[in-house]
Every structure is written in structure tokens, then in C-alpha cells.
């Protein structure tokens, strides 16, 4: 699947893609900031990634604050992490769990999920806890892609090799 890790400030996540059970020589993005939110899926919701962030973000047209409501891609394995750049309040949908479940820092999901956040409350950063998990889950590797939510405006964001 992935590894998506929060630690309150950075948002990271690996850009292996694993398909049928083999690891995928392409790398993918699985991060996207948009409108004060900062975006990471994983699993088949990566596919839908820009309809579940228009899904989201709907709301705010009209000037309303945007609402979470249940996610419609129930029944399609995935998870969806939403971060507000204001509040740092972060918000989960699973395909487990379609509605906002909310979460706080530190917080990782994913196949390396309890590896990154052992790693995060070991004192690490979000990306250096999706380093670590690259190297011992192997539904996870490739660079690290990151946002620093002190900038959600892009300027921090970035990709890591990983080693």
C-alpha cells in the first residue's frame, strides 16, 4: 500500500506504487496541497485522488468552510489523510471508515504505519519515519515526498532520495 506519516508539522509519504503485489518501477505522487489543505492517499484511492479532493473542497465555492462528509469511495480499499493548514486539524477516511475520523500528531497509516509512527514517537521527523518504514515494509520505498505545513502555499515542499 504506503506509508503516510503527520508528526504536526510535516505531512510525508513514500512514492512507491505496488500493483497485484509487485513493486512498480514508476514513481508516484502521493501528496497534493490545494485551497489551505494538504492531501495524502494511498492505496486505489491515489486513482481518484483529484474527485476525492474536489469532493472535499466543494463546499468552499459558495464561501462555506468545507464540510467532511462519508467519503464516497466506500467499498474501494484506500485511505485518504486531509490536513488543515490553519488548524493542523487532521482528519482519516478508510475505506473501513468513509466518514472524517479525526486524528492528532503524531499519526501514520499504511502497511508501515506502526513502524513510522514508533519511529515518530522515537523523536524522528514524518520523513524520516517513512525512511525507516521504506527500509523494513516492502510495500513501502522510493523517494519521500513531504509538505512542511508552515508553508502550505508549495514553497515547502519537496522529495527526499531514500537511502
Not at 491515489?46 to 469532493?55: F, K, Q, V
Amino acid at each position: 500500500m504506503t506509508t503516510i506519516a503527520y508528526d504536526g508539522r510535516y505531512l510525508a509519504a513514500d512514492t512507491l506504487g505496488v500493483r497485484s503485489g509487485n513493486r512498480s518501477e514508476h514513481v508516484g505522487c502521493k501528496l497534493e496541497t490545494r485551497d489551505g489543505y494538504a492531501f495524502a492517499t494511498g492505496g486505489f484511492w491515489g486513482h481518484w485522488r483529484a474527485d476525492l479532493i474536489r469532493w472535499f473542497i466543494e463546499p468552499a465555492k459558495d464561501g462555506v468552510k468545507p464540510v467532511a462528509k462519508h467519503c464516497p469511495t466506500t467499498g474501494v480499499e484506500g485511505v485518504m489523510l486531509v490536513v488543515e493548514a490553519d488548524t493542523r486539524h487532521c482528519s482519516v477516511f478508510t475505506h473501513e471508515a468513509p466518514y472524517p475520523d479525526p486524528e492528532v500528531a503524531p499519526f501514520a497509516i499504511g502497511t508501515g504505519g506502526d513502524i513510522a509512527l514508533g519511529a515518530m514517537g522515537a523523536g524522528l521527523t514524518a520523513m524520516e519515519a517513512v525512511a525507516l518504514a521504506a527500509r523494513w515494509d516492502l510495500k513501502t520505498g522510493g523517494p519521500i515526498d513531504f509538505v512542511d505545513l508552515e508553508f502550505l502555499d508549495g514553497s515547502a515542499r519537496g522529495r527526499i532520495p531514500w537511502a
